[in-house]
């Protein structure tokens, strides 16, 4: 929460399939931009049992995103908290 977040991605209302489409060309396109801190808000679901919110860490622990996470953190709660995850990215080569 330290470092400013260069850009968001919201994947409310999307299905998984169209999530992990949009995560992984958001990812993509934000590390070859030279961006850095990255916000992606899954939501929380219902009881905070939310889809999207487990699947994330895991999306982003395979090919092709592994190469390009840093960390992943849980985002503050002026950030969304428990339905938003802070990404730092590496630096592109």
């Known amino acids: 929460g330290q470092t400013e977040i260069a850009a968001r991605l919201d994947l409310h209302g999307l299905t998984q399939t169209e ?7 958001f990812v ?3 590390q070859a931009a030279g961006r ?3 916000l992606i808000i899954t939501g929380k679901g219902e009881r905070g049992a939310g889809i999207l919110r487990q699947a994330l860490p895991r999306w982003l622990a395979e090919a092709p995103n592994a190469g390009r996470i840093l960390a ?3 985002a503050q ?5 428990d339905g ?3 990404v730092l990215l590496r630096k592109g080569r």
């Open 72 to 74: 992943i953190e849980q």
């Open 36 to 38: 850095r801190c990255l």
């Open 19 to 25: 999530a992990h489409r949009a995560l992984n060309a």
């Open 28 to 30: 993509a396109g934000q």
């Open 84 to 86: 938003a995850f802070y």
């Open 77 to 81: 709660a002026r950030h969304g908290g």
